[in-house]
């Protein structure tokens, strides 16, 4: 089993259990409801800031799956801008152990080389503050700080005005999935009311076409225009997830093609 599979058979451990118990002559297969904990797991940015050697990245961001609570193991899969001995991969695996606050994950090999971080979080488990350190042929004694914020779900009610255009409102509703895909995207669904437009009147969002990845959104939506037009909101989120910051509101096809500017949209619920 190559070092991807494995990361990927860890992560579909931690979403279904199952453990077969003995039973005379046979075995009696007993299913076990997912576990969630609330520690580590969720939505993350990591920044970071070398004191020795290269910078292959300065900001890392996506899934962390504490999948045995308190003092246990986890994955995380986690994605940037890589550059040097980590230019051309799309995201970094993870495997690690947590002990209360403190964590430590160990990256899968990349071109030989692995990346680990050492630290603690708050008791909220909502900040984390360590240190982090390169192993490997390549980039051998790269050594730095990394502080982490994990974002809060981007579930909700958002509204709020278009700053190019008065008397033209948007009001999302929106669902992020609690668990992410092997990258560390997470998707998000939902739907739009639009007031104020010529053109549409409310706008769904696409299969698989809203996504956020630590402070990053990105969301299409497809509109009730005939034929249909596609709504592209880009932004991002604060990390209490309290404000979308919209800045760039696209439309595509249909009669009202084009840039609608931008927007800043507050949570009303959750």
């Keep these: 089993m190559t070092r991807r599979m494995l990361f990927?058979?860890?992560?579909?451990?931690?979403?279904?259990?199952?453990?077969?118990?003995?039973?005379?002559?046979?075995?009696?297969?007993?299913?076990?409801p997912p576990q969630t904990f609330s520690n580590f797991t969720g939505n993350w940015v990591?920044?970071?800031?070398?004191?020795?050697?290269?910078t292959e990245f300065t900001r890392l961001s996506g899934f962390i799956n504490d999948?045995?609570?308190?003092q246990d193991w986890a994955t995380a899969a986690l994605q940037g801008t890589l550059s040097d001995c980590f230019a051309g991969q799309d995201f970094i695996p993870w495997y690690g152990n947590i002990n209360g606050t403190a964590m430590n994950?160990?990256?899968?090999?990349?071109?030989?080389?692995?990346?680990?971080?050492?630290?603690?979080?708050?008791a909220a488990?909502?900040?984390?503050?360590?240190?982090?350190?390169?192993?490997?042929a390549c980039a051998g004694g790269d050594a730095g700080n990394v502080v982490g914020t994990r974002y809060a779900d981007l579930t909700g009610t958002y509204s709020g005005a278009l700053s190019s255009s008065a008397g033209q409102n948007l009001q999302l509703d929106l669902t992020q999935n609690k668990v992410a895909t092997g990258n560390g995207t997470f998707f998000v669904t939902g739907s739009a009311r639009l007031a104020g437009f010529s053109c549409f009147t409310s706008a769904t969002i696409a299969s698989y076409a809203g996504t956020i990845v630590g402070s990053?959104?990105?969301?299409q939506f497809t509109t009730d225009e005939s034929p249909s037009s596609t709504l592209?909101?880009?932004g991002s989120i604060d990390p209490t997830a309290d404000t979308l910051t919209?800045?760039?509101?696209?439309?595509?096809?249909?009669?009202?093609?084009?840039?609608l500017g931008g927007a800043s949209l507050t949570r009303q619920s959750n």
């Excluded at 994950?105 to 708050?122: A, E, K, Q, V």
């Excluded at 488990?125 to 490997?136: K, P, R």
């Excluded at 990053?216 to 969301?219: E, K, M, S």
């Design 246 to 259: 919209a800045n760039s509101i696209q439309v595509s096809g249909g009669d009202c093609a084009g840039s």
């Design 105 to 122: 994950l160990y990256s899968f090999l990349i071109t030989g080389d692995m990346l680990t971080i050492t630290g603690n979080s708050n």
């Design 232 to 234: 592209t909101i880009s």
């Design 125 to 136: 488990f909502t900040q984390f503050t360590g240190t982090y350190t390169l192993g490997g």
């Design 67 to 70: 999948v045995g609570g308190s």
């Design 216 to 219: 990053t959104v990105q969301l």
């Design 8 to 32: 990927l058979h860890l992560l579909a451990l931690s979403s279904a259990l199952s453990t077969i118990a003995l039973s005379g002559c046979g075995a009696v297969i007993v299913s076990i």
């Design 46 to 54: 990591f920044q970071f800031t070398p004191t020795s050697g290269a």
